[in-house]
């Protein structure tokens, strides 16, 4: 039980996710950890004394970046140290001047990403997309159920939830077959999950399977906003690229993969055999249930633990050719979407490709977006003791196309 | 003329590459200038107050990119002032102390390299793949005449000329249908021509054709290692992944746009007719001569100016959708071939997928790379006054795969 107020929801003394802000009294970027509805300062709590000299460097920074690159067992010492200062109430004369409301706070990145790798790992999702691309073809690719298909993103265009979307422009063909320059019409969203590395490694070295929660500091919402017209004319051969760099947003809380060890549960079973480096020992999917809200609306509940690949495997192929990850590399799930239509975390998927539109609860209809909506991802997840965890939401709002 | 020993070469005072280097006496990571077979210490020379205050904490980090975006007025102001203490002789006195030979220091990379792109802009390297993995259909996609196609790359695996390559493994699938995992057995290099970005854009906004020499600082050449047995089985749907993001290998000399004003010459004739945003009022290609030496044999000598895709274009393409550039963004030209069979810039096109073994001088043949092999990219360009600009080389040697 933590001393302080109204703190015992999804950001409870068993969450306790990081992430980095700012306030019009102090301008400066600094670290915080999120406890109920406050943050607390890391930064003065470091120059308070207050944690262990190994991490108050890095606790002092503007990014999660040099902390995460410390290991778990300075995350595992860091995590225990605040939970003590947050419940023992001999600390809280000195520490509740280190509280601020989080309605008073801006938020920001709260890494620096390297790398982005965006995976297609859920089997319903791959499957719905097969169905409307290429309905004459096999709705999955013969790769399918033996790689985590992933590409590389845009990491310079991550940015934190409630940054606003420009509608993207760019080439499309038409259904009639001309080639026209202008505002995207068909523009989406994938809601999905992330993952951001800690621990770096060498290039020309592999990260196994099982060292996943060693490697890996936590886990975000996002929303990889999509642009389906761009991306069906440029995609062939290389992959999406225009339809996708010019945004993704991703949560500004990361959630230490340590709060999430009661929402561990199995994963699917997979068939094929999968090669013996991407087998798991300890086979595991984290059990995050998400929503989707259009305007307000929930249109969709995709459940992450669902997904064909664990993120362990993502990472245990993202390195099996030697590539090297830097602390601060990013990686998400692909759309999760369930098997049922509601399940769906995308409006392509929701609306199948514009045929049959959503109903929003002001009564009006929508296939894809319009300039001025909202859209706002949120996810809970079991937490110890029967606590729930709340990941800290994505929002983002379409403003209209330059001219 | 410059008073500097035997610097009338590739790398006189006409072209003053940058780059990032340290020597045995002093470890630490500095920025240098390359004057004939020498480096001018741009933290001494900044030290000893001998260039603008303005750009000297730039010149005193370890890599590029703070000096990068300080954009073209700053470029142009140092490259002046470089020149005028490598020719004045009043300044050999003070400033032949801070050179060092180029072969007593070790090269690091250049720049931080922020997102890396990759193009596929050579209309013979497209054509040429196009027709060995889809004989039965056209050999350009729809898109590609109208679209610079690219994808984006591993940053964190930009790796500076001389490291070596480790074989990387991976999942392939073999001509009789099976799945197997083990080391790559098609191990290619993709000759390319890379540009790097100095100014940052923001979000939302468009870097036009017309701005590309304000806002692109140099350019390096680029061996694109690629994996395609690798890569032939994972890129469908997304793009190429592991068969590219184990090591992409850079050129340490950044040899600044400035230094190219003498290698312009027009760029191909495009037809049908690009978008407006594509359109150049000034189009040119850089008449760079690159040469591959595969062990020491040169198996080809792919033309530059050739591309279809000039680097202006692909830079507007790229940030059209309102995606920002960073200082260090990198993207590449795609493999540079000409028409003709011995300037084909990949060992898949000169061997024609293995079925055509290339000769080497000393009487081997190759398909693909073998254990130990060394690659070495080199190039030339016209520099003023009839002299020759020489791009900083781009080497790396063949490791064994990983057991």
Redesign the interface.
Known sequence: MTWVDAAEGGFGVHHLPYGAFSTTDDTSVRLGVRIGDHVLDLRKLAANGLVDTAVAAALSTETLNAFMSLGRSAWDATRSRLQEILTDATFQTDVSPLLTPVGDVSLHMPFDP??Y?DF?SSEHHATNVGRMFRPDGDAL?P?WK??P?????????L?PSGSDI?R????R?TPDGD?I?GASVRLDIEAEVGFVVGVPSQ????VSVDDFADVVFGTVLVNDWS?RD?QA???????????K???TSIGSWVTPLAALSAAQVPAPTQDPQV???LAEANRYAYDLSISVEWNGTTVANPPFASMYWTPAQQLA??T???????SG?FYASGTVSGPEKEQRGSFLELSWAGKEPVKLDDGSTRTFLEDGDTVVLKATAPGPDGSVIELGEVSGTI?PA?S
Chains 1, 2 share one sequence.
């Open positions: 390297a790398d790798v297609y690719m790769n033996h790689i298909i992933g590409y590389h993103g845009r990491s310079g265009t940015i420009v993207p422009t760019g080439q063909r080639i320059f290039r020309g070295q592999r642009a761009i004319w440029e995609y062939q051969p290389l992959g999406p690229f225009l339809g760099s010019f945004a090669q013996p480096y192929h993202l099996v050719n030697g590539a090297s990850v830097r590399d403003k330059l």
